[in-house]
């Protein structure tokens, strides 16, 4: 190397040599990390099984009701040729050349769980979700040294855990979803002293929660919501350290512990709904200040919501309904500043909603629907500028027309629910100028509104559902429904409605070929749905898309026809046009609504027969035409041999196997060309068929076998 304190005088020479012995260097450090890491690939490869590793796989195996893919024994002479470490979901320690992680989610495997996976030994990692598993788990899991993970959820493992249990290392048991019984086992924290996460939701386990429990002071997630624990929700529970997440819901505890200590707790989420809690929420939420979520819906808690829950800072979802609360909604919205989710329906509240409700700025969901509430909606409503959802249906609110108006500047709602409100008022007019940009879905049902259906709905281009069902409007359906490109739900059923059914009906794109896609805004808001139904009850739905994709029209004084190109809503559900007066035939093309379920046209005044390509429709489990001037004979097969004989009644010129006799002449009476072209399309063929193979068979008796008989004649 040039040491020269005057480089200049460093020869070109030198430099170049420098640069090359450099360049030597890294590419032999290149070529030695190369060499090191194919020589760790190829003992990874090559790695034997441990003697005891295979001694335990063997046994998992044949517990097992079908082999793995990928898992190849050999003779039982040979182990050491066994590399076990290259097989599906097993992981090796290359320097112990022992197995530490197994893990085969997901595969359909069945079967039962072998004790040898005892021999296992080394093994820190164990996930069998998601599969088909059963029968009790080998006391030998639950003493193993090293596991630290434990996945067996979504099986269908039954009888009691183990009694004693030996896991030093363990951080996480997942054995929800499965068929487990017995109690929660008492001994895991004690010998387990580092356990992150338990999770025993979704069994079958009774009795309390457990006294050792108290010793989880790593606990960060414990599930056992969806079992039958019982008691009281014990106080250590709820200051247990460094826990995070307690769900405890849909299981029968019938209160809260009496002593509540003070010491600080760090749980964010805390589920307790569907139990069996009674009395008054406790005032204990100052134990709590990083709290997002609280949900404690469906119990029997009764009074009002203690002061430290409507102060909480951080409390985001909050989901009181389905219990028996009182007095008036008293939440401190200078203070919920975090609050984006609110449910406080089905309960005993009363008086009006609280004006400063809209200082909860980022309140998205609100439900206090099935109240003792009145009054009007506040104008300070029209600040909610994050509302997304707001449902105050089965209360006894007022002023529907300043209502709309107030909640048309909320930009972003998207679902509004009025039902069994505003009682005998009238529906807005067209001069209104209501303008709903971004709603969804509109419910304004069983509330005795008058009027007609208003122009202003058309503003309405994103709307998928409209429920306008229960009231006493009168008019036309506007054809303009026909042109919401996204409209899947229409209830129109049970007004006064008159004239022909809207032919653009039956060019609703969404009904035709279009996909819906709507983001709910609070998943678990449920809130009711009319149907016109003798006993007058209605439907509940959680989601807005699980409504099933309908016309209803029933109900009402429409006139007309049933138009033929109802055939093309392929994707409709129900179609109900009962109880009204409608004439004409029924359309063979309805055969064409190929996922139909329901069709109701009872009590019209159609005449004709019943169309035989109806036999098609695979789905239709419900089907009535009684009541109305139907002849012929009731078509036979299809769906149609599990309906019942009311679905025709009323109709004295019908007839079928299990109906009206049919007279002979009815029943030998030939069908029309076009009828035998609609229904027997496999008979044409055979006929076709049958006549081909007639006219191949003479031909070759008229002149392929005098043929050869001749040349036979000549050759003799």
Same mark, same amino acid.
């Given at each position: 190397?040039?040491?020269?304190?005057?480089?200049?005088?460093?020869?070109?020479?030198?430099?170049?040599?420098?640069?090359?012995?450099?360049?030597?260097?890294?590419?032999?450090?290149?070529?030695?990390?190369?060499?090191?890491?194919?020589?760790?690939?190829?003992?990874?490869?090559?790695?034997?099984? %441990?003697?005891?590793? *295979?001694?335990?796989?063997?046994?998992?195996?044949?517990?097992?009701?079908?082999?793995?893919?990928?898992? *190849?024994?050999?003779?039982?002479?040979?182990?050491?040729?066994?590399?076990?470490?290259?097989?599906?979901?097993?992981?090796?320690?290359?320097?112990?050349?022992?197995?530490? #992680?197994?893990?085969?989610?997901?595969? #359909?495997?069945?079967?039962?769980? $072998?004790?040898?996976?005892?021999?296992?030994?080394?093994?820190?990692?164990?996930?069998?979700?998601?599969?088909?598993?059963?029968?009790?788990?080998?006391?030998?899991?639950?003493?193993?040294?090293?596991?630290?993970?434990?996945?067996?959820?979504?099986?269908?493992?039954?009888?009691?855990? =183990?009694?004693?249990?030996?896991?030093?290392?363990?951080?996480?048991?997942?054995?929800?979803?499965?068929?487990?019984?017995?109690?929660?086992?008492?001994?895991?924290?004690?010998?387990?002293? #580092?356990? &992150?996460?338990?999770?025993?939701?979704?069994?079958?386990?009774?009795?309390?929660?457990?006294?050792?429990?108290?010793?989880?002071?790593?606990?960060?997630? @414990?599930?056992?919501?969806?079992?039958?624990?019982?008691?009281?929700?014990?106080?250590?529970?709820?200051?247990? =350290?460094? @826990?995070?997440?307690?769900?405890?819901?849909?299981?029968?505890?019938?209160?809260?512990?009496?002593?509540?200590?003070?010491? $600080?707790?760090?749980?964010?989420?805390?589920?307790?709904?569907?139990?069996?809690? $009674?009395?008054?929420?406790?005032?204990?939420?100052?134990?709590?200040?990083?709290?997002?979520?609280?949900?404690?819906?469906?119990?029997? *808690?009764?009074?009002?919501?203690?002061?430290?829950?409507?102060?909480?800072?951080?409390?985001?979802?909050?989901?009181?309904?389905?219990?028996?609360?009182?007095?008036?909604?008293?939440?401190?919205?200078?203070?919920?500043?975090?609050?984006?989710?609110?449910?406080?329906?089905?309960?005993?509240?009363?008086?009006?909603?609280?004006?400063?409700?809209?200082?909860?700025?980022?309140?998205?969901?609100?439900?206090?629907?099935?109240?003792?509430?009145?009054?009007?909606? !506040?104008?300070?409503?029209?600040?909610?500028?994050?509302?997304?959802?707001?449902?105050?249906?089965?209360?006894?609110?007022?002023?529907?027309?300043?209502?709309?108006?107030?909640?048309?500047?909320?930009?972003?709602?998207?679902?509004?629910?009025?039902?069994?409100?505003?009682?005998?008022?009238?529906? =807005?007019?067209?001069?209104?100028?209501?303008?709903?940009?971004?709603?969804?879905?509109?419910?304004?049902?069983?509330?005795?509104?008058?009027?007609?259906?208003?122009?202003?709905?058309?503003?309405?281009?994103?709307?998928?559902?409209?429920?306008?069902?229960?009231?006493?409007?009168?008019?036309?359906?506007?054809?303009?429904?026909?042109?919401?490109?996204?409209?899947?739900?229409?209830?129109?059923?049970?007004?006064?409605?008159?004239?022909?059914? !809207?032919?653009?009906?039956?060019?609703?794109?969404?009904?035709?070929?279009?996909?819906?896609?709507?983001?709910?805004?609070?998943? %678990?808001?449920?809130?009711?749905?009319?149907?016109?139904?003798?006993?007058?009850?209605?439907?509940?739905?959680?989601?807005?898309?699980?409504?099933?994709?309908?016309?209803?029209?029933?109900?009402?004084?429409?006139?007309?026809?049933?138009?033929?190109?109802?055939?093309?809503?392929?994707?409709?559900?129900?179609?109900?046009?009962?109880?009204?007066?409608?004439?004409?035939?029924? !359309?063979?093309?309805?055969?064409?609504? &190929?996922?139909?379920?329901?069709?109701?046209?009872?009590?019209?005044?159609?005449?004709?027969?019943?169309?035989?390509?109806?036999?098609?429709?695979?789905?239709?489990?419900?089907?009535?035409?009684?009541?109305?001037?139907?002849?012929?004979?009731?078509?036979?097969?299809?769906?149609?041999?599990?309906?019942?004989?009311?679905?025709?009644?009323?109709?004295?010129?019908?007839?079928?196997?299990?109906?009206?006799?049919?007279?002979?002449?009815?029943?030998?009476?030939?069908?029309?060309?076009?009828?035998?072209?609609?229904?027997?399309?496999?008979?044409? @063929?055979?006929?076709?068929?049958?006549?081909?193979?007639?006219?191949?068979?003479?031909?070759? $008796?008229?002149?392929?076998?005098?043929?050869? &008989?001749?040349?036979?004649?000549?050759?003799?």
């Amino acid at each position: 190397m040039c040491f020269s304190y005057k480089p200049k005088f460093c020869s070109k020479k030198v430099i170049y040599t420098e640069m090359v012995i450099v360049l030597e260097i890294w590419v032999l450090i290149s070529v030695l990390l190369y060499s090191l890491q194919t020589q760790v690939l190829v003992i990874s490869q090559n790695l034997i099984c %441990d003697a005891n590793d *295979l001694t335990g796989l063997t046994g998992f195996m044949n517990g097992l009701e079908s082999p793995i893919d990928g898992w *190849l024994f050999t003779n039982s002479s040979s182990l050491e040729s066994s590399s076990c470490c290259n097989w599906i979901g097993i992981t090796c320690n290359i320097s112990l050349g022992r197995i530490v #992680r197994l893990e085969l989610p997901n595969k #359909r495997l069945s079967g039962n769980l $072998s004790d040898s996976v005892s021999y296992l030994d080394h093994l820190r990692a164990f996930n069998l979700s998601n599969n088909f598993l059963k029968g009790p788990l080998p006391v030998s899991l639950f003493h193993l040294t090293y596991l630290e993970e434990v996945d067996l959820s979504s099986n269908e493992f039954d009888e009691v855990l =183990p009694v004693t249990v030996n896991l030093p290392a363990l951080q996480v048991l997942d054995v929800s979803d499965n068929n487990l019984r017995g109690s929660l086992q008492i001994g895991l924290c004690a010998n387990s002293t #580092r356990i &992150r996460v338990l999770s025993f939701g979704g069994n079958y386990f009774t009795g309390s929660i457990p006294l050792q429990f108290e010793a989880c002071n790593f606990l960060e997630h @414990l599930s056992a919501a969806s079992n039958y624990i019982s008691g009281v929700i014990p106080d250590f529970l709820l200051t247990l =350290p460094r @826990l995070r997440e307690l769900a405890l819901e849909n299981n029968e505890f019938t209160a809260f512990a009496n002593r509540i200590s003070n010491v $600080s707790s760090g749980l964010v989420r805390l589920d307790v709904s569907s139990n069996r809690i $009674s009395g008054n929420l406790p005032d204990f939420f100052y134990m709590f200040p990083n709290i997002h979520y609280f949900s404690a819906h469906s119990n029997n *808690l009764s009074g009002t919501i203690p002061p430290s829950l409507s102060n909480s800072q951080n409390i985001s979802y909050l989901n009181l309904r389905n219990n028996s609360f009182d007095g008036s909604i008293n939440l401190n919205c200078s203070m919920m500043v975090n609050l984006t989710s609110l449910n406080l329906g089905s309960n005993n509240f009363s008086g009006t909603l609280p004006a400063n409700l809209a200082t909860c700025r980022n309140l998205k969901a609100i439900n206090v629907a099935k109240n003792n509430l009145i009054g009007q909606i !506040p104008e300070s409503f029209k600040n909610l500028q994050s509302l997304s959802y707001f449902s105050i249906s089965n209360c006894s609110f007022s002023n529907l027309s300043t209502s709309l108006k107030i909640l048309q500047h909320c930009p972003n709602l998207t679902v509004l629910v009025f039902t069994m409100n505003f009682y005998t008022e009238r529906l =807005p007019s067209d001069h209104s100028n209501l303008l709903f940009k971004s709603l969804k879905a509109l419910v304004i049902a069983n509330c005795r509104l008058t009027g007609s259906i208003p122009y202003w709905l058309n503003g309405l281009t994103q709307l998928q559902l409209l429920d306008l069902s229960w009231n006493d409007l009168t008019g036309m359906v506007p054809a303009y429904i026909g042109d919401f490109k996204f409209l899947f739900y229409l209830d129109l059923s049970s007004n006064s409605l008159s004239g022909e059914m !809207p032919k653009s009906l039956t060019r609703l794109q969404s009904l035709i070929s279009t996909d819906i896609s709507l983001e709910e805004p609070s998943p %678990d808001f449920s809130f009711f749905i009319w149907r016109n139904t003798s006993a007058g009850s209605g439907l509940q739905y959680n989601q807005i898309m699980s409504f099933p994709p309908k016309l209803d029209l029933s109900g009402n004084h429409l006139t007309g026809p049933i138009w033929p190109e109802f055939g093309n809503l392929k994707k409709l559900h129900s179609l109900y046009l009962g109880h009204n007066n409608l004439s004409g035939s029924i !359309p063979s093309s309805l055969s064409g609504m &190929r996922n139909i379920e329901i069709l109701d046209f009872s009590y019209n005044s159609l005449t004709g027969t019943i169309p035989p390509t109806l036999v098609r429709l695979s789905f239709l489990s419900r089907f009535s035409v009684a009541y109305n001037n139907l002849t012929g004979i009731i078509p036979s097969g299809g769906q149609f041999w599990t309906f019942p004989n009311s679905s025709f009644e009323g109709n004295p010129g019908l007839c079928g196997v299990f109906f009206n006799n049919c007279e002979k002449n009815q029943l030998l009476k030939p069908q029309l060309p076009s009828e035998m072209n609609d229904e027997f399309p496999i008979l044409r @063929l055979l006929v076709i068929i049958g006549f081909g193979t007639g006219f191949l068979l003479a031909v070759l $008796s008229l002149i392929v076998v005098p043929g050869i &008989r001749g040349a036979r004649k000549q050759n003799g």
